[in-house]
């Protein structure tokens, strides 16, 4: 059972290529066998929100909230840890802030 906050490994396309890989991701949420995840990357000097080894990330990485795609459920291979509390709050508050154009 997949939740928001599950940090996961799945197949994921690249923006700039139709290359796929097995990458993390972050469960953003999850309907009808479709996942909403957020893209993860080790690239320290991308623009997003910090996670750590001592987190439970293989490597430092970084959550990019610009890089948010759909995926199948069947797309994910397992799960590796769950976010705590604080980091889902950040997350939360960036995708808001990213949204606040939509605001009427």
């Known amino acids: 059972m997949l939740k928001a906050g599950d940090v996961v490994v799945a197949t994921v396309q690249f923006t ?3 290359e796929v890989k097995k990458r993390p991701a972050i469960i953003l949420f999850e309907e009808l ?3 909403v995840v957020a893209g993860v990357t080790s690239n320290l000097n991308m ?3 910090p996670i750590s080894k001592s987190e439970g990330a293989v490597k430092d ?3 990019k909230l610009n890089y ?3 995926i199948s459920e069947k797309m994910i291979y397992k799960t590796l840890f769950h976010l705590s509390k ?3 709050r950040m ?3 960036g ?5 606040s154009g939509l605001k009427v």
């Not at 995708?95 to 949204?99: D, P, R």
């Open 16 to 18: 700039d290529t139709f």
């Open 86 to 88: 604080e980091k889902k």
């Open 61 to 63: 990485s970084v959550i």
């Open 68 to 70: 948010i795609f759909t």
């Open 95 to 99: 995708l808001m802030n990213n949204l």
């Open 91 to 93: 997350i939360f508050d």
């Open 47 to 49: 623009k997003g929100i």
């Open 33 to 35: 066998g479709n996942v």
